[in-house]
């Protein structure tokens, strides 16, 4: 605060500036805070993205399947008298002179 006068600065003007004492300025400090803190609720939004999956897994199952071929394969030759049942006696009619002439029966 500042003083009008200047003078008196001891008796704190009471005695009308007649003490002799001069007034000094103040000094002016700088200020002095005091913060009183207070708390107020602000949301803050956190998103929590889920996705279903649906997974699918297959299971292998064994399933059979068969095919059927036939093949015509030619076999060794069998002559008369080498083989059960041929040559002589092969069944009733069967015999030597069969089929061609007097050939076997494959006519040989």
């Known amino acids: ?17 007649t003490c002799g004492i001069p007034r000094l ?4 400090c700088p200020p002095q805070y005091r913060c009183t803190d207070s708390f107020f609720p602000v949301e803050k939004p956190f ?9 699918q897994h297959p299971v292998i199952v064994p399933r059979h399947y068969f095919t059927e071929t036939a093949e015509n394969v030619m ?6 008298g080498q083989g059960p049942g041929f040559g002589p006696g092969f069944g009733p ?8 002439g007097r050939r076997g029966f494959f006519g040989f």
């Open 25 to 28: 300025q103040p000094t002016i």
């Open 1 to 17: 605060m500042m003083m009008h006068h200047g003078l008196c600065g001891h008796c704190g003007g009471r005695c009308g500036g």
């Open 75 to 80: 076999g060794a030759p069998i002559f008369p």
């Open 93 to 100: 009619g069967f015999g030597p002179g069969f089929g061609r």
């Open 47 to 55: 998103i929590h993205p889920i996705v279903d999956v649906n997974r």
